[in-house]
Nanobody
């Protein structure tokens, strides 16, 4: 059974930092692309950052220069370092694994940025 479990969310003041982690079990994801997505109340889920199996990254314009996605295939982990957080970054953050067969989602972790 494939599971993705996010951690590292919480409450932080504007300008602060958080590092999200996503642990995958039941699958080896070194050949898959990984991504972080977020969904704020009343809004659609949006892509925040993605990383391919060869380490190519892509970021939403709203987080460029502030967020960094990385992966550790040996540990089946993907991370999202979030710096200079803003109130508009408040959302539930989800990690996603894209394989050639199907996509997998974690259950999400809440990030709340107070202004």
């Amino acid at each position: 059974q494939v599971q993705l479990v996010e951690s590292g969310g919480g409450l932080v003041q504007a300008g602060g930092s958080l590092k999200l982690s996503c642990a995958a079990s039941g699958i080896t994801f070194r050949n898959g692309a990984m991504g972080w997505y977020r969904q704020a109340p009343g809004k659609q889920r949006e892509s925040v950052a993605t990383i391919t199996s060869v380490g190519r990254t892509n970021y939403a314009d709203s987080v460029k220069g502030r967020f960094t996605i990385s992966r550790d295939d040996a540990k089946n982990m993907v991370y999202l370092q979030m710096n200079s957080l803003k109130s508009e970054d408040t959302a539930v953050y989800y990690c996603k694994l894209v394989t050639g067969v199907r996509d997998y989602w974690g259950q999400g972790t809440q990030v709340t940025v107070s202004s």
